[in-house]
């Protein structure tokens, strides 16, 4: 295995048969490397206008995560000038982001409403359900992400604040919180 060797980004433009796109849609770790250093600046810039600073890291990791991971995203850039490529996927996925956040507090709030009427009965099997889980499935390290998003429903960035973490380790551990949650879940339905 030999030294890696530093791929050159696009200063403003490439073409199609250009090196540098070929390795850049099969997803090449030094292009993708190359493109986090060399251009998360322009991502910063392009999402500060639409953006609370406390939901731009949340949303350029996203990205450069899409980014890593979905072929199709990369395969969407065919040349010309790769920041200003970069730069319109990280608008539209902040002015995304910030819709999502509407539609979440908006959500909340018709969901309070929603559950004032339940039976004692299902009450019951859903507290057994999540004792359950948590003590089975949940790690330690977990619970508290548990507690507040899950059963206390608080907003990422409320959450996150009350367990003194970043939000975007909140949002990883919610996620995999969800996973493990619907496991048990199917798990339940088979017995």
């Known amino acids: 295995m030999g030294i890696p060797v530093e791929i050159p980004l696009p200063a403003s433009s490439t073409t199609e048969a250009s090196p540098w796109l070929e390795r850049f849609h ?12 060399e251009h998360f600046a322009v991502v910063a810039g392009a999402i500060g206008g639409i953006l609370a600073p406390v939901d731009r890291e949340t949303v350029i990791h996203e990205l450069f995560s899409r980014l890593i991971a979905r072929e199709d995203l990369r395969r969407s850039f065919r040349g010309g000038s790769f920041p200003a490529w970069l730069a319109t996927v990280a608008r539209n996925q902040a002015i995304d982001y910030r819709r999502r956040l ?16 339940e039976s004692w009965e299902l009450a019951a099997e859903a507290r057994l359900l999540v004792e359950r889980f948590r003590r089975d499935c949940l790690p330690p390290a977990w619970q508290g992400v548990f507690e507040l998003r899950f059963l206390a429903q608080l907003p990422q960035r409320e959450a996150a604040r009350q367990l003194s973490m970043r939000r975007t380790t909140l949002a990883y551990r919610e996620v995999r919180i969800r996973r493990l949650l619907q496991r048990f879940l199917l798990e339940e339905d088979k017995e």
């Open 102 to 117: 509407s539609r979440e507090s908006d959500a909340a709030v018709a969901d309070e409403a929603a559950l004032a009427v």
């Open 26 to 37: 099969r997803g090449d770790r030094a292009v993708l490397e190359g493109c986090y250093r």
